[in-house]
């Protein structure tokens, strides 16, 4: 009992004992490192494919002239704060293929903005215009004495409806087709990772078969 206590009370266990303590802090460590590397790859990964079928998706309406209120592509871009955890694991020319993959989508995402806010903009714009000049017929109207009181709301009804359907035929939201073309320019320059090189490594990464 004696030299147990000894031994316990002693340098060497002392000694010891900081040794294990500093071993499992360090394992800890790295296990949290280990998992939180899965952990963001996982993350990118389904970032990529929502990208991917994002880029597609955009494509498709374009085709199909459809260039008003364009969705969003990247709702988050998480390459730029887990990017370090992957570089010994790609090449520099991998690395380069995420890295453009992100800022090309960036950018056809700001141009996707800026189209959509000229749609709003300009049909603000009309829908303020159009009031003011119902507003002017209501006025014109019951200021015009050769129009029958009886008749006057169906004489503004008749300007109204005769006014939307000019501004329907005239005066459509104008949207600038430079956004649409610089869309449409880097969609060209996309290139899918999901499954090249790269994203067999993420999904190695994820631990996804």
């Known amino acids: 009992m004696n030299f147990i206590q000894t031994i316990l009370s002693s340098n060497v266990f002392s000694g010891l004992a900081t040794v294990l303590t500093g071993a499992v802090a360090i394992i800890i460590y790295f ?6 590397k899965i952990q963001a790859a996982r993350v990118l990964l389904m970032e990529i ?3 991917e079928e994002g880029f597609d998706h955009v494509k498709e309406l374009l085709d199909k002239g459809i260039t008003l209120d364009l969705p969003t592509i990247f709702p988050t871009k998480n ?34 903005k800026k189209n959509n806010n000229f749609f709003w903009v300009t049909t603000e714009e009309r829908a303020r215009v ?6 002017k017929i209501i006025i014109d109207v019951w ?14 009804a008749a300007r109204r409806d005769n006014l939307n359907k000019n501004m329907d035929s005239y005066n459509s939201p104008y949207s600038p087709q430079k956004p649409i073309n610089d869309i ?19 999904k190695r990464l994820a631990k996804f078969k």
């Open 31 to 36: 296990q949290q490192k280990y998992d939180a």
């Open 49 to 51: 494919r929502a990208a």
């Open 79 to 112: 390459w730029k704060n887990y990017s370090h955890l992957f570089i010994s694991d790609f090449d520099q020319d991998e690395l380069k293929s995420i890295a453009s993959f992100y800022e090309h989508g960036e950018i056809i995402e700001d141009f996707a």
């Open 130 to 135: 159009t009031t003011q000049m119902i507003a």
């Open 143 to 156: 200021a015009d004495a050769t129009i029958p009181d009886s008749e006057k709301g169906m004489e503004v």
């Open 184 to 202: 449409q320019e880097y969609l060209r320059k996309i290139k899918s990772l999901t499954t090249t090189s790269c994203g067999i490594k993420l």
